[in-house]
């Protein structure tokens, strides 16, 4: 069985892609190949798993009119005819969003391969929109995607999956957090938040977390671990606050993250797909502060997604500061129920087994030829 997955751009899509790609190797007998661009996170993440790359020649679309927006269809098509040479003679495509999606997707129609579509956001892709109309299937993190897919569309709810890693560290949080606190440096007795706006960082998130950590300086009850991305840290030690009872600890970029969701009593995070599954997975309830500028501001769909489900406060980004924080934590902290019965609906709303889900969805289809 020969899988093509089409995929790259981000984190948020690679990782997904990946633990798919683990399930089909070991648990199908798949050879896996990717295909992605030579200057994204791709043409590093994959081949350091051991999978096979290739690279295409895909640029992003930009909503923008420019001569680049003209030109995005031309480029799109010439990626296509890059990428239907990977694609033939392939049993499935698997394509995981974002602007490589499009040539590949477009060279699985023209190969006449089975392709399965998988949406991470609960608002769906324009890549994905497009290559729904002629999917064999496609595959949902959130319900709510559906609303955006022609009728005639096969749709199924499989959620993001997550790297094995932290669906094992969420089955051992116990023994996991004791680790955690000594590798961390975190005490034993304090309710522990944790910050943090992804692999880069967030200024946004970073700010405030400090002006919060003033606010909060003598509450010998909590301890802040701040992941503050690797370009801004020189900047938030330069501004770190005077030091009180209050425990802060800051770094750059945190490589083990199953260690900081396991230590954490409550996350402060960005809403991309990726972070509300594994937040979701290792039941931790979060304030989820959606990146603003997101394509159709799809962050705060999947925020609002996980609200409804009650295991996340949402804050929008331009109410953000260490006040507002502290007066939601306090609300939040008044009950000492209220963080519990949300990690509850957080691991609820959760799908630990989507990696299998997925990968078992795509052999089917494989195996099938997409009937």
């Keep these: ?10 984190a948020g899509h690679i990782f997904p892609a990946l633990a798919t790609a683990i399930r089909l190797r070991d648990g199908y007998g798949a050879d896996v190949v990717f295909a992605g661009t030579g200057s994204g996170q791709e043409a590093d993440l994959v081949p350091a798993a051991g999978f096979p790359f290739e ?42 969003g974002g602007y490589v999606s499009v040539p ?23 890549a994905n929109r497009l290559a729904a109309r002629w ?35 969420a089955g051992r949080r116990q023994e996991i957090s004791a680790e955690a606190r000594r590798e961390l440096g975190l005490e034993e007795g304090r309710l522990t938040i944790l910050v943090s706006g992804g692999s880069q960082g967030a200024v946004r998130l ?36 005077s030091p009180g009872r209050l425990l802060l600890k800051v770094v750059p ?12 009593d409550l996350a402060i995070a960005r809403a991309g797909a990726t972070t509300v599954a594994e937040l979701s997975v290792s039941g931790v309830p979060s304030i989820l502060i ?35 924080l502290a007066r939601l934590l306090g609300t939040l902290l008044e009950w000492p129920d209220r963080l519990p019965s949300m990690a509850r609906a957080a691991r609820e709303h959760g799908r630990p087994d989507a990696a299998e889900s997925l990968a078992s969805l795509v052999a089917s289809v494989a195996s099938s030829g997409g009937r």
Excluded: C
């Design 1 to 10: 069985m020969r899988i093509v997955i089409g995929t790259g751009g981000t």
């Design 206 to 241: 970073n700010n405030a977390a400090l002006e919060l950590s003033r606010l909060l300086h003598d509450r010998d009850d909590l301890q802040v671990l701040l992941v503050s991305g690797p370009k801004n840290h020189g900047s938030v030690l330069e501004r770190l606050p």
């Design 104 to 126: 590949v997707s477009l060279a699985a129609r023209r190969e006449r391969v089975p392709l399965v579509v998988h949406e991470q956001n609960a608002t769906m892709g324009l």
């Design 253 to 264: 970029f945190i490589e083990r993250i199953e260690l900081a969701y396991a230590a954490s």
């Design 135 to 169: 999917a064999t299937v496609v595959a949902l993190s959130f319900r709510e995607a559906g609303r955006h897919l022609p009728r005639r569309a096969r749709v199924t709810v499989v959620g993001n999956p997550v790297r094995e890693a932290i669906v094992e560290a």
């Design 290 to 324: 959606p990146y603003p500028y997101a394509t159709a501001n799809h962050q705060e769909a999947n925020a609002r997604a996980l609200e409804r489900a009650g295991g996340a406060a949402v804050l929008l980004d331009e109410q953000t500061s260490g006040q507002a």
């Design 55 to 96: 690279s295409i020649d895909a640029v992003p679309f930009n909503r923008k009119l420019s001569i680049h927006t003209v030109l995005a269809p031309v480029t799109a098509l010439r990626a296509a005819r890059e990428a239907r040479r990977l694609i033939r003679g392939a049993d499935a495509v698997l394509g995981m």
